[in-house]
């Protein structure tokens, strides 16, 4: 079993940035890959980026690519995301996951556990 928490998110203005953590725990948190996606009102989870479990290898969905970025810390059990130029579309609440191994996952519902959750509004 894995627990996940999110904490970080709220309100932000276009071109602003935020920083959302991911707490874990339950299982040996460096065995395994972890994940962030979002759901938008109206639309379906999508994957956002995912990490290897030594952080080496990352992964982006182009909407992304060059403004968020994930990273690990092993030693404190945490996934973070920090997302910068941020835009309107990117407003979502915004999950961590994981399956509890190695692999790396695009489609949601692959992933075994997942956070509650945490809001991010981005204001034009």
């Known amino acids: 079993q894995v627990q996940l928490v999110e904490s970080g998110g709220g309100l932000a203005q276009a071109g602003g940035s935020l920083r959302l953590s991911c707490a874990a725990s339950?299982?040996?948190?460096?065995?395994?890959?972890m994940g962030w996606f979002r759901q938008a009102p109206g639309k379906e989870r999508e994957f956002v980026t995912a990490?290897?479990?030594?952080?080496?290898?990352?992964y982006y969905a182009d909407s992304v690519k060059g403004r968020f970025t994930i990273s690990r810390d092993n030693a404190k059990n945490t996934v973070y995301l920090q997302m910068n130029s941020l835009k309107v579309e990117d407003t979502a609440v915004y999950y961590c996951?994981?399956?509890?191994?190695?692999?790396?996952?695009?489609?949601?519902?692959?992933?075994?556990?997942w956070g509650q959750g945490t809001q991010v509004t981005v204001s034009s």
């Open positions: 996951a994981t399956n509890g191994d190695q692999n790396i996952w695009y489609r949601p519902t692959l992933y075994a556990y």
């Open positions: 339950g299982r040996a948190f460096s065995t395994y890959a």
């Open positions: 990490i290897n479990w030594s952080g080496q290898r990352t």
